[in-house]
């Protein structure tokens, strides 16, 4: 009587295994896709509903995240849905947390000097105006 209760407990043990293997074989990949996904947007979080981004050198507006995609408008609004775990290895590029983007513009000197000779011609002859009828007064 006892080996015949071991022997049960062994194909009991046998089967509960094998299903196990069979369970984790088929729903692995899908358990590891969801929480990177998860590590992705609520640890990671690069970037924010309305965020501009730069993914592979296109521009696009964040428009929806959700826990395995994101929604992106491209400039002429397209919508462009990236899985997670893709975006997850690209390198993105988020304007809206970047420190402020300074321009530094620095005018011709020949631009200037246009600009300064237009000036003493307009200050030397008031009278000269843009449109016709109209008189200067005194």
């Given amino acids: 009587m006892a080996s015949f209760a071991g022997n049960c407990n062994q194909k009991l043990l046998l089967l509960l295994s094998s299903q196990?293997?069979?369970?984790?074989?088929m729903f692995g990949n899908t358990c590891k896709t969801i929480f990177e996904a998860i590590v992705f947007v609520f640890v990671m979080h690069p970037f924010d509903v309305g965020d501009r981004c730069v993914v592979d050198g296109v521009q696009l507006l964040v428009e929806e995240m959700n826990i395995l995609t994101t929604v992106f408008l491209k400039l002429d609004n397209e919508k462009v849905y990236y899985p997670n775990s893709v975006l997850a290895t690209k390198p993105?590029?988020?304007s809206y947390r970047s420190p402020d983007i300074g321009?530094?513009?620095?005018?011709?000197?020949?631009?200037v000097a246009?600009?300064?000779a237009f000036f003493?011609?307009?200050s030397k002859t008031p009278q000269i105006s843009a449109a016709k009828g109209i008189k200067k007064r005194r």
């Fill in 114 to 116: 246009l600009t300064a």
């Fill in 20 to 25: 196990l293997v069979v369970a984790a074989f």
């Fill in 92 to 94: 993105i590029s988020n």
């Fill in 103 to 111: 321009v530094f513009l620095k005018t011709p000197q020949m631009f």
């Fill in 120 to 122: 003493a011609t307009l």
